[in-house]
């Protein structure tokens, strides 16, 4: 523990955040940073920025924020940057995306309309519903690989940035299982220049910003470096990764919830989870392919929590049904319903039901913001491969091969906290609290 912890270098100069994809999510990021800088706003929701951690006994009555406890790149030292195929600043798309009131828009327009996305690798095979003008052109995928690896160069030497890690924003792509071409590095660097079918655009900011020693989040359902050529370059790169899909509303709940009725030993026989949403994510995921995308990634959050191989009495015979529909008139407030079937002694059925009214972005952009400054902190640990204890932010938590995902919130938010205590090395919290008894 004390090797990792004279390991950590310090957070010192810039830190440039690079958001492929600078839509709702990426631009209330940017904007709520620049607003809680002004002092216009407080970070609510972002750990890094609110939370604190204990440190030893209970009865030392110690805490820290976490922030202070390990070291974390300042929000004046954040540099923004990013790629869309559509051309609108930050504070046009901001405008667009409606999350943020005009007026509080205005007080930020300075700084969100300096930041301008650079020309994106885009398909549209990938993601059907959009199309935009602000598109690289390459003779292959290797050359559009290159041409991003020349913006990272580019954008560090402009903005005198020390350190970068990227966090894709960019909207769901339609849902595609590994091949052949995406089995080991030497395979998908003679896919990229064959430019071959099966190599997403997310894929392709994922091998630039690795190669370019750039850790990265995935922030969106679809595979993109959860492949094995990827994980190799990242192991080769020594580099930090981490995905996949935010953890926000619907999901979040089922997280806090099903944990709870597996700790008191309650049936559940359906779960039925239905969302209307009118944002430009709501239209892309209209789309059946880019929806099996997301479906996948939120149907397997209960069967892990529950164990039904485990708990066949009271879990293994569950409906999961999970509905997205696109109405415009929501925009990014989104409404979800659950609605949840669970049973008690004797076999008697219970209902509950939540309505979430719900602000997609609101929920997500303090995730971007605590995967930014802990992906850069975890670089810095010299940590790298798979970063599990960044499972608390990720519907999908990406896993090594063979091992299952851990979905409950509270053993997450235990993992990060004894993460953050092991890099110090500090003592661990097993919650055992013996010591208080002897
Ligand atoms: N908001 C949430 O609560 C939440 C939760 C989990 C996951 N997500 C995921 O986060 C992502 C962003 O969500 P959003 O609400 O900001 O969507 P959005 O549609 O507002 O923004 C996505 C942006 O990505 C851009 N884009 C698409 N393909 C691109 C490419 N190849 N390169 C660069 N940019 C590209 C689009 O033009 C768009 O501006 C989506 O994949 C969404 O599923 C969001």
């Not at 798979?386 to 519907?395: A, G």
């Given at each position: 523990m004390d090797q990792l912890k004279s390991k950590v270098a310090p957070a010192d100069g810039k830190l440039a955040v690079l958001l492929p994809g600078m839509g709702a999510v990426a631009t209330t990021f940017i904007a709520g940073v620049e607003a809680i800088k002004a002092g216009l706003a407080k970070p609510i929701g972002s750990l890094t920025q609110m939370a604190h951690i204990r440190l030893g006994k209970r009865s030392e009555k110690r805490w820290s924020m976490i922030k202070d406890f390990v070291p974390l790149a300042k929000l004046e030292d954040l540099v923004f940057g990013g790629w869309d195929p559509i051309p609108d600043d930050a504070y046009t798309a901001a405008a667009k995306a409606k999350v943020l009131s005009p007026e509080h828009l205005a007080q930020l327009k300075p700084a969100l309309e300096k930041i301008k996305p650079m020309t994106a690798v885009f398909e549209q095979a990938y993601v059907k519903k959009l199309n935009g003008p602000n598109v690289k052109k390459g003779t292959s995928k290797m050359d559009l690989a290159d041409q991003l690896m020349a913006d990272i160069k580019n954008f560090k030497s402009t903005n005198g940035c020390d350190r970068l890690i990227a966090v894709w924003c960019g909207s769901t792509e339609v849902y595609r299982k590994p091949t052949d071409v995406h089995m080991s590095l030497d395979k998908f660097e003679a896919g990229l220049k064959a430019s071959h079918d099966d190599i997403a655009p997310s894929q392709i900011y994922a091998y630039a910003c690795l190669k370019m020693g750039v850790p990265y989040a995935n922030g969106a359902p679809n595979l993109s470096l959860d492949t094995p050529a990827l994980l190799e370059l990242a192991r080769k790169q020594g580099l930090p990764i981490t995905g996949k899909d935010f953890k926000t509303g619907q999901t979040l709940m089922k997280t806090i919830l099903a944990p709870g009725f597996k700790a008191r030993m309650l049936g559940l026989e359906g779960w039925y989870s239905t969302n209307i949403l009118g944002n430009r994510d709501g239209e892309v995921l209209d789309d059946p392919e880019s929806f099996k995308s997301k479906e996948v990634s939120k149907l397997g959050v209960i069967d892990s929590i529950l164990q039904p191989d485990l708990y066949p009495e009271l879990y293994g015979n569950i409906s999961h049904v999970v509905r997205i529909n696109y109405y415009p008139p929501r925009g990014d407030n989104k409404e979800g319903w659950d609605n949840i079937d669970i049973v008690g002694w004797l076999g008697y059925p219970m209902q509950i039901k939540v309505n979430f009214l719900c602000r997609d972005s609101i929920l997500a952009a303090p995730i971007v913001l605590d995967l930014a400054l802990f992906m850069d902190f975890a670089h810095r640990a010299g940590m790298s491969g798979?970063?599990?204890?960044?499972?608390?932010?990720?519907?999908s938590p990406m896993t090594p091969e063979g091992l299952y995902p851990e979905h409950d919130l509270f053993i997450q938010l235990m993992k990060l906290k004894n993460t953050l205590r092991y890099t110090k090395g500090d003592e661990l919290i097993t919650h055992l609290g013996a010591e208080y008894y002897d």
């Open positions: 798979i970063q599990e204890w960044l499972s608390f932010y990720w519907k």
